[in-house]
């Protein structure tokens, strides 16, 4: 008995510096007649190397179609997955104290009972919206201050 061993790996470039990759491995168990013919042992291993050539093609075509759907989903559904970093919450924390507002009021219009439990982009409107507050506050107390 012979044994054929046929290895056939592939690499492709996907935007924004990624990649995919897919490989097969083939081991088949061949007479030793092979040997005997002259191109009995290339047209067999030819043959594999087509087999596995195509399997590996047809593994690429799904990897990149998986994807290219995922880069597909927008950016912003993909962010509203990911909690609030604790930088975030640290700011929301100095704005609300700041501002001497309740954070659970502020938790309970985005529809959460806490504000940890904000999505990135959740607490990222949030903290600008309590900074706009206070630009604003700020304009209209000098305002008044002037109009005295």
């Given at each position: 008995m012979?044994?054929?061993?046929v290895?056939?790996?592939?690499?492709?470039?996907l935007p924004n510096?990624?990649?995919c990759?897919?490989?097969?491995?083939l081991?088949?168990?061949?007479d030793?007649e092979?040997?005997?013919?002259?191109?009995?042992?290339?047209?067999?291993?030819?043959?594999?190397?087509?087999?596995?050539?195509?399997?590996?093609?047809?593994?690429?075509?799904?990897?990149?179609?998986?994807?290219?759907?995922?880069?597909t989903?927008p950016?912003?559904?993909r962010?509203?997955?990911?909690?609030?970093?604790?930088?975030?919450?640290q700011?929301l924390?100095?704005?609300?104290?700041?501002?001497?507002l309740?954070?659970a009021?502020l938790?309970?219009?985005?529809?959460?009972?806490?504000?940890?439990?904000?999505?990135?982009?959740?607490?990222?409107?949030?903290?600008?919206?309590?900074?706009?507050?206070?630009v604003?506050?700020?304009?209209?107390e000098?305002?008044?201050a002037?109009?005295?």
């Open positions: 012979l044994k054929l061993c290895h056939v790996m592939k690499k492709t470039g510096y990624g990649s990759g897919a490989a097969v491995d081991e088949v168990e061949a030793t092979l040997l005997a013919r002259s191109d009995g042992l290339q047209l067999r291993l030819r043959d594999l190397f087509a087999e596995a050539t195509v399997a590996v093609e047809a593994q690429l075509r799904l990897s990149t179609a998986t994807d290219a759907a995922a880069r989903a950016e912003r559904e962010r509203n997955l990911r909690r609030a970093t604790s930088r975030q919450l700011a924390a100095a704005l609300t104290m700041q501002r001497e309740d954070p009021e938790a309970a219009e985005q529809g959460v009972v806490d504000l940890a439990e904000l999505s990135v982009t959740q607490a990222s409107r949030m903290i600008e919206r309590l900074q706009r507050l206070s604003r506050t700020a304009t209209e000098y305002a008044d002037a109009a005295i």
